[in-house]
């Protein structure tokens, strides 16, 4: 295999690993705010006991996703260093920002989260756990800012710096392998760079989806409690939290998502069309619902929705999405092959295009999950509003119970492919219609260096996953503490507490 | 020149980041390497959890020293971690088993597990440790760059026995540093134990210091003649071995927290000397120093220099307030609680 692939799937491998866990953070954040929120507002020892519970889980899902993301900023450097002095400028700050705006957050105050409870008054507690929370969302805000740089470039030009001498390279100037050593991507405007066109679209996707991977991890676990017949009041609350999250959370990620795609229509064509496997230019555009792409024949096989795809990206199901053989266009092609004949151009035209068959699966997988985990929430919520959902001796609701208990993967799985759809679907560039993946490695770096971190990771990682499947089954069994269990809290704590608990 | 120049700020603040970071995370990677000589459940869990709420808050020093350095310094930061690429691998590795260690380690009651998890603190914490210094001592020797800027050594010759010396006088410093933290931080018969170790761990870190000091005028031909063109150095280095020897006279007359300010202290000394004698260089090239990443052409545009000086700005602060919070909240003893690791 070549460096670039064992480069490219050493990233993936480590990056695909670390996102198991930060949206769990995200996600299980914010539920810890509702719980502790519930606690100080209403003085119930039972919401208590819940953020108690749920801040366990946290804690370990938050050390992991730390031990691994730290590996994730030197990444950069170790495996792409050509990226990194050609970006550095502008990518960089996206990092050191979100190093010193949100890590230091996060650490600080999950100190006083997870040690604070006999330390601080249970206000400046719930101060703690916001700040947490808050953390984590700005962590992902600078992440992602950098990320969708990296799809739609902004605020910046290109300048080549040969002998000491700068030159501004015009906006057209087309990147060749010879200009890696003297050209680099400069900030003009910081703003524009944060506030790229991609960024407050696939920022609210992101959240969203860790919103959606903290709440069906409350439901899932709620739900087992449930069909085991313990902890009825703690998981029963638990499970309505969750739910209620889950379900908002999913129906703004079906708007998010319209907004995301829309925007990748306008800019990044070759990309929708990859996605959606859209080779053919022609009106009333089809969805394909799910199936695959014979990339030889160039077409997809499946059930289709005439128009659909029109309507979803512009609003009239007429227009049409171009399609792949006609993306990129004849005039950005001749730019990069000014020698090319008319004729090979559609040959050319292929190397620009990323995995068609993998990101269409990838990025269907993603929409069906999504609108199962919608149409799950949706069912499970009307059992609610039926009085049906706790009622254990209805088999409906032992079988959504478990169906809720397997949900937890749902949003995972959706995390996952998304990322992959997107990334993917970005290739060949590392950085969109600038700068080729092929092209940014790191020169020094051989073949065998990154086979022998592959193999590091890899074991070290396996080790990781299994040791947090298992804690993670000890902590659910152990369950959360009842109230002769739980330590003597403190006298600040005490005052709160209004409602005596049902026995 | 009538502005300040950014150059010079960002070599400061990342020194600064980077020094943060071996003062803080260098403790608790000390408490990690000396896990194993207490044998007691309990003394080891008093171990873990004296760093407990801060390690991970310690450990964002790295994290963002390493995006400060890719934003201000990108050359550098490619060139480093590209070339170091191994030895980098084996450092995060490290850093991600004692990371998880403290997490699961008292979460079971098994011997067995709980060993595992020891010695994978421990060690880990001692690799990360070594590694770091390798890394420092191959900068200060200066590491082979071609042209482009790119390392042109080997894995191998990063082992060289000068850089492995200043790994071992880091491991040194860190546990010197991390048993007086323990001081600080016990009381009781794990207090004693502790406060035991520190007189030998001053002993054999001012030896190694020493060798390494007088390995680094041999070795390194470049630091005398800087030095003797900047005399301010001597100054520093004399300051430094002043403060290193007002460690053992705090801790005889009981004054933890000042044995831990001074050892503080002396670790910044430490960076300051690199960083005085270093100047403007970001890495040295060896044998061709005309290869050499300095402050300026291994710098990002004076634009986002000044963007980052801006976060720095509104950032630095909120990060000491938080720190400074947070320790002030867990000062004290460390006792063992429900919460507790």
Redesign the interface.
């Known amino acids: 295999m070549t460096v670039e692939i064992l480069a490219r799937i050493q990233f993936a491998f480590t990056i695909a690993f670390h996102y198991i866990y930060p949206p769990l953070s995200i996600g299980l954040g914010i539920t810890l705010v509702m719980m502790e929120g519930a606690w100080l507002k209403t003085g119930n020892p039972l919401f208590h006991n819940m953020a108690r519970f749920w801040t366990r889980i946290f ?2 899902t938050f ?2 996703g ?6 994730m ?2 990444e ?4 792409w ?2 990226y ?2 050609f ?7 996206a ?7 949100a ?3 996060e ?6 989260l ?7 008054g249970p206000r400046i507690h719930f101060f703690a756990t916001c700040m947490v929370a808050f953390g984590a969302h700005f962590s992902a805000v600078w992440i992602v800012v950098a990320n969708s740089w990296m799809q739609t470039p902004a605020g910046y030009h290109l300048e080549s710096t040969v002998n000491g001498k700068t030159v501004i390279l015009p906006p057209d100037h087309v990147v060749t392998p010879a200009d890696l ?1 003297s050209v680099r991507a ?3 405007d ?1 703003w524009a760079m944060v506030f790229n066109p991609s960024t407050i679209d696939r920022l609210t996707h992101v959240i969203l989806g860790a919103w959606l991977a903290g709440a069906f991890l409350v439901v899932s676990i709620s739900a087992y409690y449930l069909l085991r017949n313990r902890h009825l009041d703690f998981s029963r609350a638990s499970l309505k939290i969750g739910l209620g999250f889950a379900t908002v959370a999913c129906i703004l990620q079906m708007i998010s998502a319209d907004f995301t795609a829309k925007g990748v229509v306008r800019n990044q064509p070759v990309k929708l069309a990859a996605l959606e496997g859209v080779y053919e230019t022609r009106p009333d555009t089809p969805m394909t619902l799910f199936g695959y792409v014979d990339a030889g024949e160039q077409k997809v096989v499946g059930p289709k929705v005439p128009g659909l795809l029109s309507f979803l990206a512009w609003g009239s199901f007429t227009k049409p999405v171009v399609g792949l053989r006609d993306l990129p266009s004849d005039e950005f092609l001749k730019l990069r092959h000014p020698q090319a004949a008319a004729g090979e151009l559609q040959e050319i035209r292929k190397q620009y295009w990323p995995n068609v068959p993998a990101v269409f699966q990838f990025y269907h997988i993603m929409i069906i999950v999504g609108v199962g985990l919608l149409a799950l929430s949706l069912v499970a919520c009307f059992f609610w509003w039926r009085g049906w959902l706790f009622d254990l001796s209805r088999p409906l609701t032992r079988w959504l119970l478990v169906a809720l208990v397997f949900s937890v993967l749902g949003p995972q799985i959706a995390n996952q492919a998304g990322w992959f759809a997107a990334e993917m679907g970005r290739q060949p560039w590392i950085v969109y219609e600038m700068l080729r993946t092929s092209e940014s490695l ?4 051989t073949a065998n ?1 990154i086979v ?2 592959l193999i ?2 890899g074991l ?1 990682y396996a080790l ?1 996953f299994v ?1 947090f499947v298992f ?1 993670l089954t ?1 902590k659910i069994q152990h369950g959360p503490d009842t109230e002769e269990e739980s ?1 003597e809290m403190p006298e600040s704590w005490k005052a709160l507490v209004r409602t005596v608990p049902r026995a | 020149m009538n502005l300040p120049d950014l150059n010079i700020i960002w070599y400061i603040l990342v020194g600064v980041l980077f020094t943060g970071y071996a003062m803080l995370d260098g403790f608790d990677l000390g408490v990690g390497a000396l896990q194993l000589f207490v044998r007691k459940d309990e003394h080891r869990r008093l171990l873990l959890n004296s760093i407990g709420p801060v390690w991970d808050g310690n450990e964002v020093w790295l994290v963002t020293g390493g995006g400060a350095l890719f934003a201000a310094f990108p050359e550098a930061y490619a060139t480093v971690f590209s070339g170091f690429y191994l030895p980098f691998m084996l450092l995060l590795c490290s850093l991600i088993f004692r990371a998880v260690a403290i997490e699961f380690r008292s979460k079971e009651e098994w011997t067995w597990w709980r060993q595992f998890w020891d010695v994978a603190f421990s060690v880990g914490s001692l690799v990360a440790a070594l590694l770091i210094g390798v890394a420092m001592g191959n900068i200060v020797r200066g590491i082979p760059l071609d042209a482009d800027h790119e390392f042109a050594g080997s894995f191998l010759g990063l082992l060289n026995p000068y850089a492995l010396l200043m790994g071992v006088t880091t491991v040194l410093l860190f546990a010197m540093h991390g048993a007086i933290y323990l001081a600080m931080k016990t009381d009781g018969e794990l207090n004693k134990i502790v406060s035991g170790w520190i007189p030998r761990l001053i002993g054999f870190f001012l030896a190694s210091y020493f060798l390494f000091n007088l390995y680094t005028l041999i070795e390194v031909p470049w630091v005398l003649e800087t030095v003797r063109a900047r005399p301010y150095v001597f100054a520093v280095v004399a300051v430094n071995v002043l403060i290193v020897l007002n460690i053992p006279r705090e801790i005889h007359n009981g004054r933890e927290f000042n044995a831990f300010l001074s050892s503080c202290a002396a670790m910044g000394l430490m960076m300051a000397t690199f960083g005085l004698t270093y100047f403007p260089n970001m890495v040295l090239s060896s044998p061709d120093p005309a290869n050499s990443l300095t402050i300026y052409n291994a710098a990002s545009t004076q634009k986002t220099l000044g963007v980052m000086l801006v976060i720095a700005l509104i950032g630095v602060p909120l990060v000491l307030a938080y720190t400074a919070s947070i320790y002030w909240v867990f000062r004290g003893k460390t006792s063992l609680t429900k919460h507790s690791y």
């Not at chain 1, 990092?95 to 705006?101: N, S």
């Open positions: 804690a370990l050390a992991i730390v031990a691994t993301g730290i590996v900023e030197f950069f450097g170790t495996n260093a050509t990194s002095r970006v550095g400028d502008i990518f960089g700050s990092l050191a920002a979100e190093g010193i705006f890590f230091f957050l650490s600080g105050f999950l100190a006083l997870l040690f604070g409870w006999n330390k601080v050593t400069v900030v003009d910081f790191s020169k020094v770096v260096q022998a971190s590091l990771f070290v990781l040791m804690l000890r330590e």
